[in-house]
């Protein structure tokens, strides 16, 4: 294979890795083939197996692509706002948005595949990827609570409200209640830590 080619493979791989990642928190792990993930990226299937061994090890890849981007967010608002309160209600705000709600392929992999997770055998590449993007989240967002004993396990507290929120606002979403949750949920985590 020529360095063309090569070069062209791994661009080929990056973009079915990135089609895969966003179609993945749109329609879940179930709700695809590897037909669609191909055409998503405008190859066809039949060079997938070129790239992947199988549908779990992309599904397990994009999944770590999607926390890569949720990281990179996090990374952001905290070099960008200087207070770690002021951070943690930037955060939140951004978080717990009608924007965020509303652009599920580009959001919160832990609310997009949660279920997928679940389901996910214990040692396949879906729900291993999702608990190492998890502990990365919480320990960054560790970094945005006040120095203290309790610091992992307010990050926890304030991830599953987080999710929660997101979650069922997304469930809801075209109604009043879906931006009720967002408000109240962000209200709250916010006033907690004034």
């Given at each position: 294979?020529?360095?063309?080619s090569?070069?062209d493979?791994?661009?080929?791989?990056?973009?079915?890795?990135?089609?895969?990642?966003?179609?993945?928190?749109?329609?879940g792990a179930?709700?695809?083939?590897?037909?669609?993930?191909?055409?998503?990226?405008?190859?066809?299937?039949?060079?997938?197996?070129k790239?992947?061994?199988?549908?779990?090890?992309?599904?397990?890849i994009a999944?770590?692509?999607a926390?890569?981007?949720?990281?990179?967010?996090?990374?952001?608002?905290?070099?960008a706002?200087?207070?770690?309160?002021?951070?943690r209600?930037?955060?939140?705000?951004?978080y717990?948005?009608?924007?965020?709600?509303?652009?599920?392929?580009?959001?919160?992999?832990m609310?997009?595949?949660?279920?997928?997770?679940a389901?996910?055998?214990h040692?396949?590449?879906?729900?291993?990827?999702?608990?190492?993007?998890?502990?990365?989240?919480?320990?960054?967002?560790?970094?945005?609570?006040?120095?203290?004993?309790?610091?992992?396990r307010?990050?926890i507290?304030?991830?599953?409200?987080?999710?929660?929120?997101?979650?069922l606002?997304?469930?809801?979403?075209?109604?009043?209640?879906?931006?009720?949750?967002?408000?109240v949920?962000?209200?709250?985590?916010?006033?907690?830590?004034?």
């Amino acid at each position: 294979m020529g360095r063309s080619s090569r070069a062209d493979a791994a661009k080929h791989r990056e973009e079915v890795v990135a089609a895969t990642s966003r179609l993945l928190r749109e329609r879940g792990a179930a709700g695809m083939s590897v037909q669609d993930l191909m055409a998503a990226a405008g190859l066809t299937h039949g060079g997938f197996y070129k790239h992947f061994s199988s549908k779990e090890e992309l599904v397990g890849i994009a999944t770590e692509t999607a926390y890569n981007e949720i990281r990179g967010m996090l990374e952001q608002v905290a070099e960008a706002i200087p207070g770690k309160t002021e951070a943690r209600a930037e955060l939140l705000n951004q978080y717990l948005s009608a924007e965020h709600r509303d652009a599920p392929g580009t959001g919160c992999a832990m609310v997009a595949l949660a279920s997928d997770a679940a389901r996910a055998p214990h040692d396949g590449p879906l729900r291993t990827a999702y608990t190492v993007g998890l502990e990365a989240a919480l320990d960054q967002l560790t970094g945005y609570q006040d120095a203290e004993e309790e610091v992992r396990r307010r990050a926890i507290a304030d991830l599953a409200s987080m999710v929660g929120a997101l979650t069922l606002a997304r469930a809801t979403g075209g109604t009043a209640l879906s931006d009720e949750i967002l408000d109240v949920v962000r209200d709250a985590l916010i006033a907690q830590r004034q």
